[in-house]
């Protein structure tokens, strides 16, 4: 079965790695066309993986999905190359290895929140905002509120701080305007 490139629709690649995952191989390709890097599964038909969205209805797993899902909550946020990638990669074989054949979307959803919280902060509030569904700001600013409050002065090593200077400076104006 012919494998197309997921970018340019190609169907020529070839395999640079390839591991089992739970009853599953997963390989990794590239495209001889465009050079892009993919991924795929192979997998029992019976064994494939659902997605129990928040209405019960299910839809197959898609990985794109997921990855233009994550890519848009760190659009211009300056994360290495790969990064996204790596991540996405890391949570489905998660999900594989769970050997579950049907996963809710909210555990998908807390899976890619908990790893965002620990990469990139604006990247975190802005799938959590999508994701968990902020219907107002004061939601939204709660959220905020915790990740400033758990994350006092000097951000991790390698974390990007929070707020740029600015923006910390412009808050203020706002805070003491409400006052
Ligand atoms: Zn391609």
């Given at each position: 079965?012919?494998?197309?490139?997921?970018?340019?629709?190609?169907?020529?690649?070839?395999?640079?790695?390839?591991?089992?995952?739970?009853?599953?191989i997963r390989r990794r390709r590239q495209c001889l066309s465009c050079g892009t890097r993919f991924t795929t599964y192979e997998r029992l038909q019976s064994k494939n993986l659902f997605v129990i969205k928040k209405d019960s209805r299910r839809?197959?797993?898609?990985?794109?999905?997921?990855?233009?899902?994550?890519?848009?909550a760190c659009?211009?946020?300056?994360?290495?190359?790969?990064?996204?990638?790596?991540?996405?990669?890391?949570?489905?074989?998660?999900?594989?290895?769970?050997?579950?054949?049907?996963?809710p979307s909210s555990s998908i959803?807390?899976?890619v929140i908990e790893r965002l919280e620990e990469l990139d902060h604006i990247a975190y509030i802005r799938f959590a905002s999508v994701?968990?569904?902020?219907?107002?700001?004061t939601a939204l600013k709660e959220?905020?509120?915790?990740?400033?409050?758990?994350?006092?002065?000097?951000?991790?090593?390698?974390?990007?701080?929070?707020?740029s200077q600015e923006e910390l400076v412009h808050l203020g104006q706002r805070r003491r305007r409400q006052k």
């Open positions: 079965m012919p494998v197309q490139c997921p970018y340019c629709g190609d169907s020529e690649s070839k395999v640079i790695d390839s591991r089992s995952v739970g009853d599953g839809e197959e797993f898609n990985r794109d999905k997921l990855l233009g899902g994550i890519r848009k659009e211009k946020r300056p994360l290495p190359t790969g990064t996204i990638d790596k991540l996405v990669d890391n949570i489905e074989t998660e999900l594989y290895r769970l050997g579950k054949g049907e996963i959803g807390d899976m994701y968990r569904e902020f219907t107002d700001i959220a905020v509120d915790t990740l400033v409050d758990t994350n006092t002065e000097a951000p991790p090593p390698g974390q990007l701080p929070l707020l």
